[in-house]
């Protein structure tokens, strides 16, 4: 059999050369008339690694890291189609590289090592099993799982997807929808990203399961447009999985139905929120709805619909599969499960760790990110996306826990965990959160839209030192107003990082208070 | 994106009616239009408007709310400079300064030469090996100024091949 090489086909290893690390490969091979592939695979989730090629072995998969096409040549010398691991690029067996050893992946356990619109790939490890399940059950057990599962939407908001089914599936209409929210917006996160390009036939799975369990036979992906290349695979897996049977008027031969569309946002953060998605989906303008009714019961074109993340829907086929107990048995307090963080900015080791709830905010940045990439001292961290807090060294202890995070006044979100180092000046920084929710307000409200504008002009104030200490007390006053009065999220929390840069690093807002 | 094709009502006509039978049309439409032709043009608004029984200013609503959309030809190649927090903590604050003063244009300018648009983004998922900047729809990660530059040139080049 012809020897595999994998070359990983994500955003992160394109961003980095891959393809054209690929075609140097491949001309490699032919030169030297070598039986060998190429594999595009998904990738490991090793960010700061890529392109990491792997080569199939006798031992196991090879991996040799950040690989430019410059380097083919001299690789193929040293022996890489062998699995020689003298070389300096090699980091041996990928599965026992420290960073992967160490995770608990269950939404992930496939990324990376599948070709990821790979039908047969995904049936070869474990793809399906969950669908093929639910197909056998009735709609009120397959939600009974998901509660079982204890599986609390991963968008950030956390509310509990069963719940959310059972209102759907409780509420009676001719059409229901299935939404998928892939508007992932937050800077610093990308495990929507990596499923919908390593895995995206699991994505597809845990819709259609939910369209079986609430009676839906419609489903949209809402997908950002910065996302050209989930964009391609999502599409190229869709296609193959109505071809195989899995999508489509009659799923495995089971007379049930259920369609599937990729739909695209325009570059409009506010849509990541879900009422504001619906609008858009409808063709409007993304502005924010008020609740209630809730979308479960009036949501696309005023029918129920489920709306969940990326990464929530992808969680379903493991617990239609394993069992939603089997599930529940990872995490600690009320955050069940594994919960993909993503470490970005300043990180040595940027990546996807995906975990059991309970590990401090250190340990993820030191044992599994390696500290910064510049190696100057961790000053702050962003976790949760631009609606996040700033948090000092003296929050790092706090474990990845919903519930841990809200008592330090901390959010969790998405689970992206931003990095900087001390060169960063913390007053910008409070001046940009103002400044982003400025552009991308929706402008249904008045405390966001108008408050966000004010935000800029009075820290512009306090930086500069006009009258800092009365600006500082209306800075307070508006950061109150804009968290009691705003009508989503947006606006509900675009204080946090400003508060708490008043909280902890006051002195880098206003030297001349 | 092909940018700068010829368009006619006809042909904006064609891609409209592709499209509007779907759900929630209007979207996939501008999106279309804009794939075709780099952006949208006045006309069209009426034809969309028309098609989808709606109200121009209705249609003006959609098209201005949304970043991505555009109503002015952009440049060749559009770049995309990732503004957002994650960029930050590696450098993107220099990056822009840079690129800005390189290319001689500010956020939503293209250049005299019609070569290239920028535009800021915010976020482009690739927030673990920033700053990360976007060319057409090729996204490139750790972005030196260095390598900024050497991007540019690159896209530049085939200028020169068209003549």
């Known amino acids: 059999m012809s020897q595999r090489i994998y070359i990983p086909c994500d955003t992160t290893a394109l961003s980095l050369g891959a393809d054209q690390l690929a075609e140097a490969i491949q001309q490699e091979i032919t030169q030297r008339g070598l039986d060998a592939t190429i594999v595009r695979n998904g990738s490991r989730g090793m960010l700061w690694l890529e392109p990491l090629v792997e080569v199939d072995t006798a031992q196991g998969r090879v991996g040799y890291g950040a690989v430019s096409a410059q380097q083919v040549s001299e690789l193929f010398d040293a022996g890489m189609l062998e699995g020689n691991q003298q070389h300096e690029s090699c ?8 960073f992967l050893k160490k995770q608990q992946r269950l939404t992930f356990a ?9 039908i047969e790939d995904y049936i070869a490890l474990d793809g399906f099993n969950g669908l093929k399940n639910a197909i056998a059950m009735q709609p009120q057990n397959i939600v009974d799982e998901v509660k079982t599962s204890g599986l609390r939407g991963r968008g950030g908001a956390a509310f509990p997807t069963g719940i959310k089914w059972q209102t759907v599936l409780d509420t009676p209409s001719e059409q229901k929808y299935i939404v998928c929210n892939a508007d992932e917006g937050d800077s610093g996160t990308f495990a929507d990203r990596l499923v919908m390009e390593c895995d995206p036939l699991m994505l597809i799975e845990g819709m259609t399961i939910a369209g079986l369990a609430v009676h839906a036979t419609q489903g949209y992906i809402y997908l950002r447009s910065e996302y050209p290349v989930a964009h391609k695979l999502l599409n190229e897996a869709i296609e193959r999985a109505y071809k195989a049977g899995y999508l489509g008027e009659d799923i495995l031969g089971s007379g049930k139905r259920f369609d599937l569309e990729v739909r695209l946002g325009a570059g ?7 009422t504001s998605l619906l609008d858009s989906l409808e063709g409007k303008r993304g502005l924010v709805r008020a609740k209630p009714p809730l979308p479960a019961i009036v949501g696309l074109f005023g029918q129920p619909t489920v709306v969940n993340n990326v990464l929530s829907f992808a969680a379903v086929p493991y617990i239609m599969d394993k069992g939603g107990q089997s599930y529940a048995d990872y995490g600690m307090g009320r955050s069940r499960g594994t919960l993909p963080l993503q470490l970005a900015g300043n990180v040595k080791q940027g990546g996807l760790v995906e975990l059991a709830f309970g590990i401090s905010l250190r340990e993820l940045m030191e044992d599994f990110g390696g500290g910064t990439l510049t190696g100057k001292p961790l000053k702050a961290v962003q976790v949760g996306g631009p609606l996040g807090a700033y948090l000092p060294a003296s929050q790092w202890d706090t474990p990845v826990d919903y519930e841990e ?20 000046d913390m007053g910008e920084q409070a001046r940009f959160s103002m ?3 400025k552009v991308e307000s929706c402008g249904k409200c008045t405390p966001c839209r108008i408050g966000s504008t004010r935000g800029v002009e009075v820290i ?12 500082w007390v209306l800075l307070e006053d508006l950061c109150e107003t804009m968290v009691d009065g705003s009508l989503c999220a947006m606006g509900g929390m675009t204080p946090f990082p400003v508060q708490s840069v008043m909280k902890y690093f006051p002195e880098e807002l206003s030297a001349s208070r | ?19 509007k039978h779907k759900p929630g049309a209007m979207l996939p439409i501008l999106h279309a239009i804009q794939n075709e032709i780099g952006y949208i043009p006045e006309k069209a608004v009426a034809q969309i408007a028309e098609s989808l029984l709606q109200t121009r200013a ?3 609503g959609v098209i201005s709310f949304y970043h991505h959309f555009r109503t002015t030809p952009p440049g060749k190649h559009t770049i995309e400079i990732c503004r957002a927090e994650a960029c930050q903590a590696v450098g993107c604050r220099s990056l822009e300064a840079h690129a800005k003063q390189s290319l001689g244009i500010d956020y939503h300018q293209t250049t005299a030469n019609r070569q290239f648009s920028l535009e800021p983004v915010y976020c482009l998922g690739n927030c673990a090996t920033g700053p990360s900047i976007r060319i057409d729809d090729d996204i490139h990660g750790r972005v030196s100024l260095e390598r900024f530059d050497e991007l540019v040139a690159s896209h530049q080049q085939d200028m020169k091949e068209v003549g």
């Open chain 1, 460 to 471: 512009d104030r306090i930086r500069n030192g006009e009258n800092a200490n009365a600006n």
């Open chain 1, 405 to 424: 995070f809200a008592a330090v006044g901390a959010v969790l979100g998405h689970g992206g965990v931003v990095m900087f180092d001390e060169t960063v």
């Open chain 1, 435 to 437: 400044e982003f929710c």
């Open chain 1, 91 to 98: 980091i041996g067996l990928v599965e026992d590289h420290p």
């Open chain 1, 268 to 274: 409009a953060y506010i849509c990541g929120e879900e």
């Open chain 2, 58 to 60: 209705e249609v003006h």
């Open chain 2, 1 to 19: 994106m092909t940018v700068g094709k010829e368009w006619t009502e006809q042909s904006i006509q064609l891609i409209i009616d592709g499209l």
């Open chain 1, 110 to 118: 496939r990324s990376g090592i599948t070709d990821p619109v790979s």
